[in-house]
């Protein structure tokens, strides 16, 4: 009897299974930053359409792109940064996407079409945008910040936040010698290491999860961070002011993209969509506020969250970061050699 | 007389005990065995523009890992275990033998105390531990109140915060075994040292110790080896500022996007685990002896 009964339940088991698998095209598999879209916004959409939204985060780019190519869950949506899209559409990973299906497309700013990274405009929508700059706390920093020069300086030693990522600092030592962010050759390299070399000495923390922490706490006085992490600072405390370096700024576009392996692309485009809207935008801005490319939603915002110079900074077009290869294992081969030294 | 009785019933036993041992066999293969396998396949792998694995013969990844710049991340991940495993011998002794000592009802509650806070998610501990340690942070709110120092202690993101991290992560692993062998020492034999003239400091380190030390040799075994690979607190509370051996691993995977090196990293790593169990083990041999 014991076993007939051990039996049943495996099969009860195994319907169960099926069943869940059946269930897959009432399920949406997003694959998206951390810290990026707002529960309420994820809950609404399951509302409207009884899609289950699976929620699954990453903490950068690469680590996106590093777990979408080995395998395993079929995401039906990705959030990738412009340069990790890039990428995956030369390498034909990414479904198209079909605009006609997207009534709130129209809501997107031209500035934010036909960028580089999807120069065709076929395959990607953008979500967000934002620019890399420098917070200052100005309480405690009296003398002015115009660039990267006046950041890393010995007098701020142990007094600095970076976001945690070398691609992101080693544009910046570029920058400052005159070189293009994207120009990046071993020769360019080797010319950024003794300035680099400098600045991990003088910086406290790398946090890219929230570098506005340590900002908050009073643990260091400046930072070179994401504008959302900035916004947010400015919005506790205008002491926090926001600089975009002089020596050259670039900004970052996160897109959404529909993967080739999604099972659900219906299910991908109603979501899409659904973000687009306005009003469901103007509340992912008020959580996250970085610059927003969907126009109709920043009519929505107020003018105190449109007035905000971290999200809204007074510049015209910025240059983006473009897919590098494998120079990446030479970068991390840099910083981890550079921070290792100190 | 039955010698054929005999050796069909132990042939009998050796069966069920393999059926016993069936689910860890398979659950070892599949989680162990099998992991290790592709990770030595991809550290002799290179990657691609994307980061994708190729399987193209090379040495690369391993001469790259006897570089001077990981062999001194190797050294200094190795360092910070060696500390916090001191720390956590010299701090958890005492404890588990404590605990061990008192009464059977008193033993559990205090075990419980030793338990709790893995009732809670361990990112969510370390970030508690921010809370004390930041500049206005409870601890130095603490000491200037009491006027102990007038300037806050810079501890967050420094050295001291990573081990002080590090030993309350792992401490429990050390005081939970040493409680377990302190539990079954013999009270006669420490009696009995005494009465054959041992001081307390003799009978300590001559009996006591000595019929504890599996417990010690496996708390440091919990301790250090996975001390070696944290690289979750040696970010959070230390800022990331100097790389570990688990960071620089972690690294290979996401940002650089060269599997192949980190999976050579891996596997040297779990070489110099096994060396150290080895090593462990021959140490308790001796003391058999």
Not at chain 2, 89 to 95: N, T
Not at chain 2, 228 to 255: E, K, S
């Amino acid at each position: 009897m014991k076993t007939l009964h051990r039996i049943l339940a495996l099969v009860a088991l195994l319907g169960a299974l099926v069943g869940t698998l059946r269930a897959a095209n009432k399920e949406l598999n997003l694959f998206a930053w951390s810290e990026y879209i707002p529960q309420e916004v994820i809950d609404g959409f399951t509302k409207e359409t009884g899609v289950k939204v699976n929620y699954e985060t990453f903490a950068s780019g690469e680590e996106m792109l590093s777990k979408m190519l080995a395998g395993g869950t079929a995401y039906d949506i990705i959030q990738p940064p412009d340069y990790v899209a890039e990428a995956l559409i030369r390498a034909s990973l990414l479904a198209p996407i079909d605009y006609a299906k997207l009534s709130n497309f129209k809501n997107i700013l031209p500035e934010f079409l036909k960028m580089p990274h999807d120069p065709t405009q076929e395959y990607t929508v953008p979500y967000m945008t934002g620019t890399v700059g420098i917070v200052v706390n100005t309480e405690k920093v009296k003398e002015p910040i115009h660039g990267f020069k006046d950041v890393f300086t010995p007098a701020h030693a142990n007094r600095i936040v970076v976001v945690n990522d070398n691609r992101e600092i080693v544009s910046w030592a570029l920058q400052t010698l005159g070189i293009e962010a994207n120009d990046l050759t071993p020769e360019n390299l080797e010319k950024a290491k003794p300035v680099l070399a400098e600045w991990v000495k003088l910086i406290k923390v790398y946090d890219s999860d929230s570098p506005k922490t340590a900002l908050l706490n009073g643990e260091v006085d400046l930072g070179v961070v994401w504008s959302g992490e900035a916004a947010l600072l400015y919005k506790e405390n205008p002491k926090f002011q926001y600089v975009l370096p002089v020596e050259g700024a670039h900004q970052f576009v996160d897109l959404l993209a529909i993967p080739q392996q999604s099972k659900n692309r219906l299910a991908a485009h109603q979501f899409i969509d659904y973000i687009l809207r306005p009003e469901v935008s103007k509340k992912i801005s008020e959580a996250f506020p970085y610059t927003n490319p969907n126009g109709e939603a920043r009519k929505l915002l107020t003018d105190a969250e449109r007035g905000n110079p971290a999200s809204y900074p007074p510049v015209g077009k910025l240059g983006t970061f473009r897919h590098i290869g494998k120079i990446s294992q030479a970068i991390d081969a840099l910083m981890t050699d550079l921070k290792n030294a100190r | 007389m039955r010698p054929t009785s005999r050796s069909f019933s132990s042939r009998r036993a050796g069966l069920r005990a393999w059926l016993l041992l069936l689910p860890m066999l398979v659950w070892l293969a599949a989680f162990v065995v099998v992991p290790m396998g592709i990770l030595l396949v991809y550290s002799f792998c290179q990657r691609d523009d994307l980061g994708r694995v190729v399987f193209v013969f090379s040495w690369e990844n391993y001469a790259r890992v006897f570089d001077p710049t990981y062999l001194a991340i190797f050294g200094r991940s190795v360092a910070y275990a060696a500390v916090t495993t001191v720390i956590c011998v010299a701090a958890g002794y005492p404890v588990g033998y404590y605990i061990a000592r008192r009464s059977e009802k008193r033993r559990n509650q205090l075990l419980l105390l030793v338990m709790i806070p893995f009732w809670t998610s361990f990112l969510v501990r370390t970030y508690a531990w921010i809370t004390i340690l930041k500049n206005d942070g409870l601890l130095n709110g603490m000491l200037q109140y009491t006027k102990l120092i007038s300037a806050p202690l810079d501890i967050m993101y420094t050295p001291a915060a990573v081990i002080i991290g590090l030993v309350y992560a792992y401490l429990p692993f050390m005081i939970l075994p040493i409680y377990s062998s302190a539990e079954k020492l013999d009270n006669a034999l420490v009696e009995a040292a005494y009465d054959l003239g041992a001081g307390p400091v003799r009978s300590f380190a001559e009996v006591i110790v000595p019929l504890t030390w599996p417990g010690i040799a496996a708390g440091m075994l919990l301790v250090f080896v996975p001390a070696i690979g944290m690289f979750a607190i040696t970010d959070l509370m230390g800022g990331a500022r100097v790389p570990m051996i688990g960071n620089v691993i972690q690294n290979q995977f996401f940002q650089a996007r060269n599997w192949p090196f980190g999976a050579a990293l891996g596997v040297v790593f779990t070489l110099l685990f096994a060396v150290s169990y080895a090593l462990l083990q021959r140490r308790r041999v001796w003391e058999e002896e």
